[in-house]
């Protein structure tokens, strides 16, 4: 067995993400997933080509999507000799498939793999009635005539309405933004430095786009080839027109324009060894280094839902010797700017060093001029297990663009926050 | 896209006297944009993925209202109800785009003698960007009819199917396949939509569209085609709804050979796919 090794990010592929019921209404999971790993292995001369593995997954599932990923590789032209597996972390699902198949790289176990999401909130599971389902399950295992009919005294009028998935913490009952609202008023984020994130985000997507930066990693989809909820003349005067979504009374901070929406879309890395790369002559843009993956009490204990990544960066960063503000370029997730910036100042925040993390001084303040600089979720939208793979493969490029800085390689930090309380965050290390 | 009425119009025009000659036209429409959510319903019905490039056969359903036209006319030598849909050839020259405007043309050749009547061809052809980018060839007999022997061989000698053990996967049609691909397709042939109209015709039951077969086949096949293909089928005993059949792929060279068929006895379809 070789010794461990740093996988490489070859590059990546996804289609532009749409609102909810918008350009994707009539696709699938499966439909994205498979138009996205196609539209990677066309870009890299892959078809026909066994991958060590492709890691995939989706948040919001239907029944019958059992094995999505190995079922998207099927319909695709990789060559179906390549295993897959899905994956289910909430919104870290696209980076930690990328985790695993570095790790896999790392150990020599594979050469070469695909990490990849896909989410839909447009043709999302509507599932029977839970009632009405116990019933017909226990009709279905009735052996006689009586046993059935007892079953079938269970059925009731209400049992016709089906049910949906709601974006709530089934232990609390609180709907994500709920709980970011929890956490900003805790933070003090003021709504005025929330929209200024926003603006900020869809700057930067927008300029991103203008400079060709997506063309190689963005296949437009279904008429799209853009994010559909791209607002490149968005202004902080236009969002404060916005009344609060989330929270209550005088702190409502939280509006339509500072969440991320209900989104369409897949997104797709492609990583390997420096050798299979190279055998392929593909470019390497940056080498995974390190990931940590974290996670908090939020039901009972003191922890906002969305704050692991406050816990998973300083232990990354305790291992891998490397201090916050030693870093290029910052990749936090905007599942709602509050987050963000609750994240940031908790890193700040002395007290918070000492009495949650341990620590004797705080992380630091970062330099804003680093964060989300090709625009992140809040411009791009937020299909949930699409994300990771979405800012693995942008940070990539960025850092292969940046080049080296001062004699050492470009560095960058991912962190994406998770329900279910978790976290994902990764240090990737350009090439 | 109902085409009932021209269905009426044919049938009660298919009595009384009818040309013995094809018309010499051409039916056609220019600039056609294709409906994304019609795509959608169709690639759903069919199996295929929801996508940009059009599945190789969707273009005949965008040609299909314009042979229904031709052939619904008193100048058409073949009365409409009762033609059979023995044969069809689509010839994909390069992927097209759902974003494309398509021109569509139609015209019918090769009215000749068939050993159990006539057949005639209706042939369709899209352009897109001033270049044909698909073809398709759709042969229909008309049992008992009469017409012109043909010069040569009037039909090229049906795809071999598969030969031993390839079944690919096993397919349960439901009785309202017949009634969905009809939506999509725009073809309300009766024998297609209830056990009732098909007994009316003298089928037991309803019957599968032979497109929405051959469409089904190649669907199976996602993934694996190339973008340009010719894609060649000769249907055979009618698929009735609701059935289990089995679909049958061979690799051959670097294309396909196919048949549908259920398990023991009827051929429903054979067909090859070549670069």
Same mark, same amino acid.
């Given at each position: 067995?070789? %010794?461990?090794?740093?996988?490489?990010?070859?590059?990546?592929?996804?289609?532009?993400?749409?609102?909810?019921?918008?350009?994707?209404?009539?696709?699938?999971?499966?439909?994205?997933?498979?138009?996205?790993?196609?539209?990677?292995?066309?870009?890299?001369?892959? *078809?026909?080509?066994?991958?060590?593995?492709? *890691?995939?997954?989706?948040?919001?599932?239907?029944?019958?999507?059992?094995?999505?990923?190995?079922?998207?590789?099927?319909?695709?032209?990789?060559?179906?000799?390549?295993?897959?597996?899905?994956?289910?972390?909430?919104?870290?699902?696209?980076?930690?498939?990328?985790?695993?198949?570095?790790?896999?790289?790392?150990?020599?176990?594979?050469?070469?793999?695909?990490?990849?999401?896909?989410?839909?909130?447009?043709?999302?599971?509507?599932?029977?009635?839970?009632?009405?389902?116990?019933?017909?399950?226990?009709?279905?295992?009735?052996?006689?005539?009586?046993?059935?009919?007892?079953?079938?005294?269970?059925?009731?009028?209400?049992?016709?309405?089906?049910?949906?998935?709601?974006?709530? %913490?089934?232990?609390?009952?609180?709907?994500?933004?709920?709980?970011?609202? =929890?956490?900003?008023?805790?933070?003090?984020?003021?709504?005025?430095?929330?929209?200024?994130?926003?603006?900020?985000?869809?700057?930067?997507?927008?300029?991103?786009?203008?400079?060709?930066?997506?063309?190689?990693?963005?296949?437009?989809?279904?008429?799209?080839?853009?994010?559909?909820?791209?607002?490149?003349?968005?202004?902080?005067?236009?969002?404060?027109? =916005?009344?609060?979504?989330?929270?209550?009374?005088?702190?409502?901070?939280?509006?339509?324009?500072?969440?991320?929406?209900?989104?369409?879309?897949?997104?797709?890395?492609?990583?390997?060894?420096?050798?299979?790369?190279?055998?392929?002559?593909?470019?390497?843009?940056?080498?995974?280094?390190?990931?940590?993956?974290?996670?908090?009490?939020?039901?009972? @204990?003191?922890?906002?839902?969305?704050?692991?990544?406050?816990?998973?960066?300083?232990?990354?960063?305790?291992?891998? @010797?490397?201090?916050?503000?030693?870093?290029?370029?910052?990749?936090?997730?905007?599942?709602?700017?509050?987050?963000?910036?609750?994240?940031?100042?908790?890193?700040?925040?002395?007290?918070?060093?000492?009495?949650?993390?341990?620590?004797?001084?705080?992380?630091?303040?970062?330099?804003?001029?680093?964060?989300?600089?090709?625009?992140?979720?809040?411009?791009?939208?937020?299909?949930?297990?699409?994300?990771?793979?979405?800012?693995?493969?942008?940070? *990539?490029?960025?850092?292969?663009?940046?080049?080296?800085?001062?004699?050492?390689?470009?560095?960058?930090?991912?962190?994406?926050?998770?329900?279910?309380?978790?976290?994902?965050?990764?240090?990737?290390?350009?090439? | 896209?109902?085409?009932?009425?021209?269905?009426?119009?044919?049938?009660?025009?298919?009595?009384?006297?009818?040309?013995?000659?094809?018309?010499?036209?051409?039916?056609?429409?220019?600039?056609?944009?294709?409906?994304?959510?019609?795509?959608?319903?169709?690639?759903?019905?069919?199996?295929?993925?929801?996508?940009?490039?059009?599945?190789?056969?969707?273009? /005949?359903?965008?040609?299909?209202?314009?042979?229904?036209?031709?052939?619904?006319?008193?100048?058409?030598?073949?009365?409409?109800?009762?033609?059979? /849909?023995?044969?069809?050839?689509?010839?994909?020259?390069?992927?097209?785009?759902?974003?494309?405007?398509?021109?569509?043309?139609? /015209?019918?050749?090769?009215?000749?003698?068939?050993?159990?009547?006539?057949?005639?061809?209706?042939?369709?052809?899209?352009?897109?960007?001033?270049?044909?980018?698909?073809?398709?060839?759709?042969?229909?007999?008309?049992?008992?009819?009469?017409?012109?022997?043909?010069?040569?061989?009037?039909?090229?000698?049906?795809?071999?199917?598969?030969? !031993? !053990?390839?079944?690919?996967?096993?397919?349960?049609?439901? !009785?309202?396949? !017949?009634?969905?691909?009809?939506?999509?397709?725009?073809?309300?042939?009766?024998?297609?939509?209830?056990?009732?109209?098909?007994?009316?015709?003298?089928?037991?039951?309803?019957?599968?569209?032979?497109?929405?077969?051959?469409?089904?086949?190649?669907?199976?096949?996602?993934?694996?085609?190339?973008?340009?293909?010719?894609?060649?089928?000769?249907?055979?005993?009618?698929?009735?709804?609701?059935?289990?059949?089995?679909?049958?792929?061979?690799?051959?060279?670097?294309?396909?050979?196919?048949?549908?068929?259920?398990?023991?006895?009827?051929?429903?379809?054979?067909?090859?796919?070549?670069?």
């Amino acid at each position: 067995m070789p %010794e461990t090794r740093k996988a490489a990010v070859i590059g990546g592929n996804r289609i532009p993400f749409a609102r909810a019921n918008g350009a994707y209404a009539r696709a699938s999971n499966l439909d994205m997933l498979t138009a996205t790993l196609d539209g990677l292995a066309a870009r890299f001369g892959l *078809a026909g080509e066994r991958i060590g593995e492709v *890691a995939g997954g989706a948040v919001l599932k239907h029944s019958r999507d059992r094995d999505l990923t190995r079922e998207a590789v099927l319909g695709s032209t990789l060559s179906p000799s390549t295993p897959a597996y899905d994956v289910q972390q909430a919104c870290g699902t696209g980076l930690e498939t990328a985790v695993l198949v570095a790790n896999k790289i790392a150990l020599g176990q594979i050469e070469s793999g695909v990490a990849a999401g896909v989410d839909t909130a447009s043709d999302a599971p509507v599932a029977l009635n839970d009632d009405l389902r116990r019933v017909l399950m226990e009709l279905n295992g009735a052996r006689s005539l009586g046993a059935r009919l007892k079953a079938l005294r269970g059925l009731r009028p209400g049992q016709i309405v089906p049910e949906v998935p709601r974006n709530a %913490e089934p232990r609390t009952g609180l709907s994500m933004g709920e709980h970011a609202a =929890l956490t900003a008023l805790e933070w003090h984020v003021g709504r005025e430095e929330q929209d200024e994130l926003t603006v900020a985000s869809h700057r930067n997507l927008a300029a991103a786009y203008d400079r060709g930066f997506f063309d190689d990693l963005v296949t437009p989809y279904l008429g799209l080839s853009r994010d559909q909820n791209l607002r490149p003349d968005t202004s902080v005067e236009k969002l404060a027109k =916005l009344k609060p979504v989330f929270g209550k009374g005088e702190g409502a901070t939280m509006t339509a324009g500072n969440s991320t929406p209900l989104t369409d879309g897949a997104a797709a890395v492609l990583l390997g060894s420096d050798e299979w790369a190279a055998q392929h002559r593909l470019p390497v843009l940056a080498h995974l280094v390190d990931a940590e993956t974290a996670a908090v009490d939020f039901v009972l @204990g003191s922890d906002g839902l969305l704050t692991a990544p406050l816990y998973a960066v300083p232990r990354l960063l305790e291992r891998n @010797g490397l201090t916050l503000g030693d870093f290029d370029f910052y990749e936090i997730h905007e599942a709602f700017a509050s987050t963000v910036l609750a994240t940031l100042k908790a890193w700040e925040d002395p007290a918070f060093a000492k009495e949650r993390l341990g620590l004797d001084a705080p992380l630091g303040a970062i330099d804003r001029a680093k964060l989300n600089v090709a625009g992140s979720s809040l411009a791009t939208g937020h299909p949930f297990a699409a994300t990771g793979g979405r800012i693995v493969a942008t940070l *990539a490029k960025l850092l292969h663009e940046k080049g080296s800085v001062g004699g050492r390689k470009s560095r960058g930090l991912i962190s994406i926050c998770a329900a279910g309380g978790q976290g994902v965050v990764a240090i990737l290390e350009g090439n | 896209m109902g085409l009932a009425p021209q269905y009426l119009k044919a049938a009660v025009g298919s009595f009384g006297p009818r040309a013995s000659v094809l018309p010499d036209r051409e039916r056609s429409r220019e600039g056609v944009s294709v409906d994304r959510s019609h795509l959608a319903a169709y690639a759903r019905v069919c199996g295929f993925a929801v996508d940009d490039v059009l599945p190789p056969t969707y273009p /005949h359903v965008l040609a299909f209202p314009l042979q229904v036209e031709l052939m619904a006319d008193r100048a058409f030598p073949l009365p409409l109800p009762g033609l059979v /849909h023995i044969r069809n050839t689509i010839t994909v020259h390069r992927g097209i785009d759902a974003a494309e405007p398509l021109d569509v043309r139609v /015209h019918a050749e090769r009215f000749v003698a068939h050993p159990k009547g006539a057949q005639v061809d209706l042939v369709a052809r899209v352009d897109a960007g001033g270049e044909p980018v698909w073809l398709g060839r759709s042969t229909y007999l008309a049992r008992g009819a009469t017409a012109p022997a043909a010069d040569g061989d009037p039909a090229p000698a049906p795809p071999p199917g598969v030969s !031993g !053990g390839a079944l690919a996967a096993v397919w349960r049609v439901d !009785g309202g396949t !017949g009634r969905r691909y009809a939506g999509v397709s725009g073809d309300v042939n009766p024998i297609h939509l209830h056990p009732l109209t098909a007994r009316a015709f003298g089928f037991p039951r309803a019957i599968a569209h032979g497109m929405w077969t051959a469409g089904r086949a190649l669907a199976a096949l996602q993934g694996r085609l190339p973008a340009a293909l010719t894609y060649d089928v000769a249907f055979g005993k009618p698929l009735l709804l609701p059935s289990t059949v089995e679909l049958h792929a061979a690799p051959a060279g670097d294309g396909w050979n196919l048949d549908v068929r259920r398990r023991v006895g009827a051929v429903h379809l054979t067909a090859t796919v070549r670069p």
